[in-house]
């Protein structure tokens, strides 16, 4: 079992679990490398981006991102590609700037191809916060 790294001084939350999770995702292990090329770097921005909004999502969904990938790395692997191949970043990161301003939208599940995967995991306590109560 892979052990995620100690928290690194002047590391974000988000960054921290990047470096821990990223390794398994053969598209993102090679986007994460050093570019010499602008299109490289912009093709690996993008990359980074999708992994952004999906921890993102996952958080806001009450859903641990950790965790996922811990039970089922395959199942997350799924849920990167997706998002590094979805064509609605825009529209995802409008909804989840709305949501974190308190306008909750389920826009989203009308685009976002990881909706049923995520809202799935949701009903299913080992994959989020039990703390956490869902607002729908």
């Not at 991102?65 to 089922?72: A, F, H, L, S, T």
């Not at 692997?77 to 997706?82: K, N, Y």
Request: proline share 7%; glycine share 6%.
């Amino acid at each position: 079992m892979h052990t995620p790294p100690l928290p690194q001084e002047g590391l974000s939350a988000v960054s921290s679990i990047k470096n821990w999770i990223v390794p398994g995702l053969p598209i993102t292990q090679a986007a994460l490398l050093p570019t010499n090329s602008v299109a490289e770097q912009k093709s690996a921005t993008r990359i980074e981006m999708a992994l952004d909004l999906l921890l993102i999502r996952m958080e806001a969904l009450g859903l641990q991102p950790g965790e996922v990938k811990r039970i089922d790395t395959a199942v997350f692997g799924d849920l990167a590609a997706a998002c590094c191949a979805c064509e609605q970043k825009d529209e995802c990161e409008l909804d989840l700037a709305y949501q974190s301003a308190g306008t909750v939208t389920q826009d989203w599940e009308k685009y976002c191809p990881n909706a049923a995967v995520l809202n799935a995991m949701r009903e299913l306590p080992w994959f989020g916060n039990q703390s956490q109560t869902r607002t729908d």
